[in-house]
């Protein structure tokens, strides 16, 4: 039995000696998870372009972080806040260290508090609510792209300044809806303007007419539409179709380039717009555009961009912590600025938002149009510290006041 005991605990020792030398030849992988919708309505803005930025952010950065090798995973939320956090749970009990992306804004709001309970990075970039980086904040949660502040601020401040004062919203029955008109309607008020109404939509609606007859009952200067892709597209060809275009001017709180390409410009020419980037701002996103162009045959959203800037934030990072500690990370995260093709000079508050500039855009017509894709005229450039909320009115219990 003595025997049979010392030969038993040789062979585990061997064994131990050997799964040790094989850690050593290849380390555990970082894993960044990519949550994001791949086949409903907001598959086009972010789905498997999302997918495709942070594949190609793991490239452009060698493949590898601290001698270990990044290793992507892909899920599809469907939109439903179930999916979003059974999946996020399932991949940070797996050690997955980052997620991006994560669902609507119920299923972001869901991820950011699992990502401080489960202490890892929680990164969305199309999810817009401000509750995020507001009474939703997390230590380990950084919202990137832009915010439903920022959206508002930079449009209404914009059209404001034009004189069109009065503005009526159709508004998507969702959180970020509500969220985006409440946010809408105070700036409103500070730049002079008012609400003189709203009326509600469920997701994925078909007929917008009613809608349509109540904005123009309401005499209002401008119809803000609160609701994003699809939805937002068929509120303004049907907004078209019907002659209301031609009384009151429609404004996309959320827009992206994807919608404007199904549009046309026909339909869309002239309507200004906030974006936190655009493919043909200069050579290095020109040249970031060609190359996601030739993946998937169109040319990047906004937070697409933000998508691969997110990954080389995080991945920079880690890099400069010399560890994926996610504490360590987080603190070394905050002490730097970060510069890529999405932005110059960015940098992650105490709150986690990430600033940096956002652009006020107006859709080109089709005679200005030059080329395919050739959408956007930048009309101004806003800085982040007058585009996103002061930090200083962040309701996120991290802050010290």
């Known amino acids: 039995m003595t025997v049979r005991l ?4 040789a062979l585990l020792a061997a064994a131990q000696a050997v799964s040790l030398g094989a850690w050593g030849q290849n380390p555990e992988a970082v894993k960044i998870g990519v949550l994001v919708d791949l086949n409903g309505p907001f598959a086009d803005l972010s789905g498997p372009g999302a997918v495709e930025a942070a594949r190609l952010a793991i490239s452009d950065f060698g493949g590898k972080v601290l001698g270990r090798p990044i290793e992507l995973l892909t899920g599809d939320h469907q939109n439903k806040t179930d999916i979003s956090v059974a999946k996020a749970r399932e991949w940070y009990d797996s050690g997955v260290d980052l997620i991006l992306e994560g669902g609507t804004s119920s299923g972001a709001l869901a991820l950011a508090a699992i990502s401080t309970e489960k202490k890892k990075f929680y990164i969305p970039s199309t999810p817009s609510i401000s509750k995020l980086t507001n009474e939703n904040c997390g230590p380990y949660v950084i919202h990137y792209t832009y915010d439903t502040y920022a959206l508002s601020n930079v449009a209404a401040r914009a059209i404001i300044q034009q004189g069109k004062k009065n503005w009526f919203f159709i508004t998507l029955d969702f ?17 002079g303007g008012k609400s003189v109404g709203s009326v509600s939509h469920p997701l994925s609606a078909n007929d917008f007419s009613s809608y349509i007859i109540q904005a123009a009952r309401s005499n209002a200067d401008i119809v803000a539409l609160a609701n994003a892709g699809p939805d937002t597209q068929k509120a ?9 275009l031609d009384k009151q001017e429609y404004v996309a709180l959320a827009v992206f380039l994807t919608d404007i390409h199904a549009l046309g410009l026909k339909d869309a020419q002239g309507m200004l717009l906030a974006t936190a980037w655009y493919w043909d701002l200069n050579d290095e996103t020109r040249a970031f555009s060609k190359r996601f162009f030739e993946k998937l045959s169109k040319m990047p959203t906004m937070t697409q961009a933000g998508v691969y800037s997110a990954v080389l934030t ?15 990370v987080r ?5 730097m600025k970060f510069s890529d093709m999405f932005a110059k000079n960015g940098y992650v508050r105490d709150d986690g938002l990430y600033v940096h500039d956002m652009y006020l855009a107006r859709v080109k017509t089709p005679a200005e149009s030059k080329r395919p894709w050739d959408y956007y005229s930048i009309e101004a ?7 996103f909320q002061p930090l200083s009115e962040s309701r996120c219990p991290l802050i010290k006041k």
Request: glycine share 6%; net charge negative; charged share 25%.
């Open 381 to 387: 450039v806003v800085s982040g510290e007058d585009a």
């Open 314 to 328: 995080y991945l920079k990072s880690v890099q400069a912590a010399n560890s994926t500690d996610t504490d360590k």
């Open 6 to 9: 010392i030969l038993i605990s």
């Open 175 to 191: 959180a970020f809806g509500h969220q985006i008109e409440a946010e809408t309607t105070a700036l409103l008020k500070q730049y």
């Open 236 to 244: 303004i060809k049907q907004a078209r179709e019907f002659g209301a």
């Open 331 to 335: 603190d070394q995260m905050r002490k």
